[in-house]
């Protein structure tokens, strides 16, 4: 959900207050059995032999009782990134409470990163390690956003995640995540045995834009001839910054994350539009697929950025990639972020850490 943004005054602390409330109340919600919330939801949404889930049926009922900016009206962006972190930190709440977590830094490509590194419970020796970058259109999104989803694939993918925070847009625009991201992999691929890798390699993921910024890294170490991702675990990405897909309209309005709200997270992204055509930017337009690491590719069955996932994966297996495609049929953009809550995206999010031990035991034998 992308909140309206609001200033440090008492009645923002108010609201915030009341986002907090709502939040947990939309949280409440979603665990209600199936059958009640079908009840409250009414028919189910089918499109294309497809059905939404309950859950995501009623969590889009909600979000639109939530006020929100207009995409293009964004008076205080860092009340708005706020305010994405508590609703996250809300719904996430309790997720792996028993995984080992503590802040430390990596190297960016302008100066030093606040990272977040996670171990599994129990944990002792090295394991192998899954570097992180944040979904949030490249615009919001942080390590506190995105706690929950980092703690339930170390728990259950059994593997250290390092969660890295990257410059963001509109301040630092395209392509400043890239090479954030590309310059925090080398850092902690130099310096595994400080994040617990020791002797294993390392592989990259992300979520939404995040899933695109590990495609691109992995995709810039084959140009660079440097040390690539061992794996690439990449949910619901956004692959191409300019592509027109059907899913774009099939699912733009009315599904969660909405048309207009892209094309803005786009032009913070990058103002020179046309750059949004370069494959660093767009990761689906690369010119060669060739040479990159074993993937997993995530898309949701009611996502805008459905198809440019589908696709990805056509272009890695043309490519002769090693790719796994685990398709949600019935699940929404974002989906990860409910796992405390959706019982449907927590059956999802097992699948895909499951995935992700694999690429990570199978990384270990080919190294």
């Known amino acids: 959900m992308r909140l309206t943004a609001v200033t440090g005054s008492p009645y923002a602390a108010q609201v915030r207050l009341s986002l907090r409330l709502a939040t947990l109340a939309a949280r409440a919600a979603l665990s209600l059995p199936d059958g ?44 708005v990134r706020s305010d994405y972190d508590i609703v996250s930190s809300v719904m996430h709440a309790g997720v792996a409470s028993e995984v080992q977590v503590h802040d430390t830094f990596v190297t960016g490509a302008r100066g030093p990163l606040v990272a977040r590194v996670y171990s599994p419970p129990g944990a002792s020796g090295p394991l192998p390690v899954l570097v992180f970058f944040h979904g949030g259109g490249f615009v919001v999104g942080s390590a506190t956003s995105h706690d929950g989803i980092c703690r339930f694939l170390s ?40 994040f617990g890798g020791e002797g294993f390699a390392v592989g990259v993921g992300g979520d939404s834009a995040g899933g695109a910024l590990a495609a691109v890294v992995a995709q810039r170490c084959v140009d660079d001839a440097v040390t690539k991702p ?56 690369a010119p060669d697929f060739h040479g990159l690491p074993p993937t997993c590719v995530v898309t949701a069955g009611f996502d805008p950025l459905r198809d440019e996932g589908t696709e990805y994966v056509e272009r890695l ?8 495609h685990l398709h949600c049929d019935g699940l929404v953009h974002g989906f990860a972020s409910f796992i405390s809550c959706d019982r449907h995206a927590r059956r999802a999010m097992r699948n895909i850490a499951t995935e992700l031990r694999r690429l990570a035991a199978a990384s270990i034998m080919s190294g």
Request: hydrophobic share 45%.
């Open 230 to 285: 061992a794996f690439n675990l990449m949910l619901y990405p956004a692959v191409d910054g300019m592509g027109e897909h059907p899913a774009r309209q099939l699912f733009g309005r009315g599904f969660f994350i909405e048309t207009d709200t892209i094309d803005w997270y786009r032009s913070c992204y990058s103002p020179e539009l046309e750059r949004l055509f370069e494959p660093y930017a767009s990761p689906l337009r």
């Open 155 to 194: 728990l259950h993918g059994g593997v250290r995640v390092v969660s890295v925070e990257y410059s963001l847009a509109p301040e630092h625009p395209y392509p400043a995540a890239v090479d954030d991201t590309y310059a925090a992999f080398l850092h902690v691929v130099a310096n595994v045995e400080r």
């Open 317 to 324: 297996r043309a490519a002769s990639v090693p790719v796994t």
């Open 36 to 79: 009640v919330i079908r009840a409250i939801v009414g028919a189910p949404v089918q499109v294309e032999g497809a059905q939404l889930s309950p859950t995501a049926q009623l969590l889009i009922a909600l979000e639109r009782f939530v006020p929100r900016s207009a995409p293009g009206v964004v008076p205080d962006i860092a009340a």
